[in-house]
């Protein structure tokens, strides 16, 4: 069996029969011609079908479109029998049905090119290029009954011209939308639409009354010719991109116009087949009109899921990011704050995820009763929710921890969830910009979250100081978390002295960081580092070794004293830290009275019971617990009262207007007074001349620490000021 002929001589002969064809109409002999005109649309049929064979994504397109050339070249084989044998009466509408045929077959090819296979599937689709047909029809039967050119045929022979007429406009159609579906740089495209453009003409020929049976085999051999050329161009490597080619609801509409055009230029003589034709069109239409308004409303469904969450009704996290872009750059500040339930995780698995879901439900509403008009609630999924509040025109920019305050407010009260009543708290990240970076006012509220997650001291504020990478701030985090292993970190020791005889009694422990290349740096140039980047665990610990081994050493030369280390909210949110302490104290061998663990009032402003338990542990070792910072944060009596604490250390602002206050002498002394019935001893922070220090002594406070005193001092330089105080006995000051 012999191989079918390579594309390349395929399109040769294509091309060859074209050449000839239009030779003998140049010459003078249409009859010969339309030999030519037969054998060239044959080999563009096979092309098509070759393309079809071996470009399977296309192979729907291109076996149409062989199907569309061989009924067009039948219809030249035919014309040339009729022509030669000189056939007529009811064969001589055998070209016109030819036609007429190969025009549907074309156009659904050129569809699915267009749409895909996937779309053709809708029946409505094929019926409104028929709608489109028929329109055409009924304007070409008008136009007769005002005088057109066909006027004075009968009707049947009108049909035979006006049909092939009225399909291959609907042909012309999908031709023309072919390039923009295939990609404009996809040369096949313009080749299938040229094709197209050209084998019309002689049909439209006809139905205008111009003889074109002299000339027809001469568009149609041009046509065969370039279809050919583009069946036989390789496709490109990436398919194009679909396009929607078929008649859209709004053609669905100008089509109805065109009804109205019709009806009404026929208005005097309108014959049945025009009312049938015009009725037909406008059911088509208005079926397909129904499908676009269906469609609409499924988009706008769409769209709407697309930006809401499901569960709770509120804005999505695309919403918010899509808000986020919006309000910012206008010049205005915009807050952002982003939540999360605590210990969700904990919820959902007592109540299921019916009862979870419930709960989730419930605190967007509470939320979003607390959001003015101009703010928009979002959940960013699970257990996280966001808000962006813009300024609105004309009013003061919105405080974020006025903003973070509300939040909270609206969560107080206790949730009822499957009968149960629970009190739900939250961590919040705050931020706020007035530039035009929305991603970066994301990310800023994310690592403020990040922060309040860990302290569970209520909402947090970006800082830039704190959060931002300035001044390579991530570079030190890094050179920090060497630190901790390369013993770069050391302690410097502030005296704690009885304020009645001017004894030693302690120290308190304060970290420095030896920088091999910054030199000694502060607390304040690294320890909210280790808060924002979860080293504050490590560095505490480290601090708390160094403390203990001083201890050890201070032991075996004789020495006793007390040394307090500062103690974070994040760990006291560690349930193994006081094992982990009693390991450290086996290990050291120092006695636990030795060891004073000093937090903040502002651990306990959510009144944890985590939190709770780690004091009691730490305290049931035989460490003692300090008040740092009294009077500044949250002040209740009752964790006085619960908690074993034995000290209380006055804020430095108290021990600075103590002689210029009356009412800052009268809580000074009242506190020292509870203190004392509370069994606690109180030091006085912040102590730097001896006017200050007497009338300390005079509200009966214990001990006093501050720069009248000395400096946080090294180990070493400790033992020296310790020995000039020995030689000069009752000496206050640092000399």
Known sequence: MNPPPSPVRLLAAVLGAAALAVALVALGHPVPARVGTTTAFAGAALLCLRRARTTPTERGTWTRLALGAALLGGNALYRLVQLSLDLGGPWSVVPAVLTTAAFPVLYSGLVRWNRGSRLLQRRYEAWTGVA?????????????????????????????????????????????????????????????????????????????????????????????????????????????????????????????????????????????????????????????????????????????????????????????????????????????????????????????????????????????????????????????????????????????????????????GPFTVGGLRLHVTASMGLAATTADDGEQLFVRAATALRESKRLRTGPVLHDPARHDDTSGQLRLVEELRLALVRDELVLHLQPQVDVGTGALHGVEALVRWQHPARGLLGPASFVPLAEAHGLIGPLTERVLELALAQLARWRADGVRLRVSVNLSASNLLDEALPERLLGRLLHHRVDPADLVLEVTENVFAGDSPQVRGVLTALAGLGAGLSIDDYGTGWSSLGYLRRLPVGELKLDRSFTADLRTDHRTAAIVGSTIDLAHRLGMRVVAEGVEDEPTLHELERLGCDLSQGYLHARPLPADELAGWVAARAASPGALTAG
């Not at 605190?363 to 979002?378: I, S």
């Open 132 to 412: 489109a047909a028929a329109l055409v029809l009924a304007a070409l039967e008008a136009w007769t009954a005002h005088g057109g050119p066909l006027a004075d045929r009968p009707q049947t022979a009108r049909l035979v011209l006006e049909l092939p007429a009225s399909a291959s406009a609907v042909l012309l159609l999908a031709a023309v939308l072919t390039p923009l579906s295939a990609g404009v740089r996809d040369p096949r495209g313009w080749l299938t639409t040229a094709a197209t453009v050209v084998v019309v003409v002689p049909v439209w020929a006809r139905a205008l009354g111009i003889s074109g049976a002299d000339w027809a085999p001469l568009p149609l051999a041009l046509a065969a010719a370039v279809l050919a050329c583009a069946a036989a161009r390789r496709p490109r490597p990436a398919p194009p991109g679909r396009r929607d080619g078929s008649l859209t609801a709004g053609e669905a509409l100008a089509m109805l116009l065109g009804v109205v055009a019709v009806l009404a230029v026929a208005a005097t003589r309108v014959s049945a087949l025009v009312v049938v034709l015009a009725g037909f069109t406008t059911a088509v239409c208005g079926v397909r009109l129904l499908h676009g308004l269906r469609g609409l409303t499924q988009l706008a469904e769409v769209r709407q899921q697309a930006t809401t969450d499901e569960l709770t009704g509120t804005a999505n996290r695309r919403a918010l990011l899509h808000r986020i872009a919006q309000v910012t750059g206008t010049g205005e500040q915009v807050c952002l704050a982003v939540l999360d339930v605590d210990d969700f995780g904990t919820i959902n698995d007592g109540l299921g995820s019916r009862g979870g879901d419930q709960l989730l439900v419930e605190v967007a509403g509470r939320l979003q009763g607390a959001l003015r008009a101009t703010c928009v609630l979002g959940r960013l999924g699970g257990d996280d929710f966001a808000v962006v509040a813009a300024t609105p025109p004309g009013m003061p920019p919105t405080d974020p921890l006025e903003l973070g305050a509300r939040l909270t407010a609206a969560l107080a």
